[in-house]
């Protein structure tokens, strides 16, 4: 099982008919934010699978869900796919979406307190307890833009990570995080982190991750 995790900037050989041959044997494309719709749009419908995301800082707010004609129209983002805030289960991989930074503007949409993370978490824990009775375990993946705090993250107001996070990696155990927002400028950058059982990978821009089969049961 393979995952094509993107976030916060375009990559021309991605956005290209070069993606099929490179990345053909991929099974679910993850975006981890701050990406425009068409780039999403092009990559799933190339390889013709299914695609979650949660959205970025600087994504518009995610329309609410009586809205009508979800994602069409101009400028929209699109709903489908969208699990920020949700548990959902893909191709057999428990995955659980917190989209969003920390709040550096008091007008920013997807931007939240150390607290208001937390109570996102909260929210989540009744399905994740579900989880761990029907197959076993809280989830595989969690889908973020933002970082943990102290991992990959920086000092400066809008690139602090999340405190909640390490909490959630240290309660809920998945085996990966996936998050953006923190761009790399040095070769020589960390982007890749064990924490516990739970590998927390920065995916910017991209980076393919390769999933061995879970069942349920
Ligand atoms: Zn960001």
Redesign the pocket.
């Known amino acids: 099982m393979k995952i094509l995790a993107l976030?916060?900037q375009v990559v021309e050989h991605l956005y290209s008919p070069l993606v099929k041959e490179r990345f053909g044997d991929v099974d679910l494309v993850v975006g981890c934010?701050?990406l425009p719709d068409y780039y999403l749009d092009y990559i799933v419908s190339m390889l013709n699978v299914p695609l979650t995301l949660v959205p970025?800082?600087?994504d518009l707010p995610t329309p609410s869900p009586d809205a009508e004609g979800e994602g069409e129209g101009g400028g929209t983002p699109r709903a489908c796919g969208n699990i920020d805030g949700m548990v959902v289960e893909e191709r057999g991989l428990l995955l659980a979406g917190l989209g969003g930074?920390i709040r550096y503007r008091p007008d920013g949409v997807h931007q939240y307190t150390q607290g208001g993370m937390a109570r996102r978490i909260l929210a989540l824990a009744p399905r994740l307890w579900w989880n761990r009775l029907r197959y076993g375990r809280f989830l595989d993946i969690l889908v973020t833009?933002?970082p943990p705090r102290g991992i990959h993250d920086a000092e400066d107001p809008?690139?602090v990570g999340f405190e909640a996070f390490n909490r959630f990696i240290a309660r809920y155990r998945p085996r990966y995080l996936l998050h953006?927002?923190a761009h790399v400028y040095r070769h020589d950058a960390i982007t890749i982190t064990q924490v516990g059982p739970t590998t927390v990978i920065n995916v910017y821009p991209y980076r393919v991750i390769d999933i061995e089969g879970r069942h349920a049961g």
């Open positions: 976030s916060d934010g701050d970025g800082n600087h930074s833009h933002a809008a690139h953006g927002h």
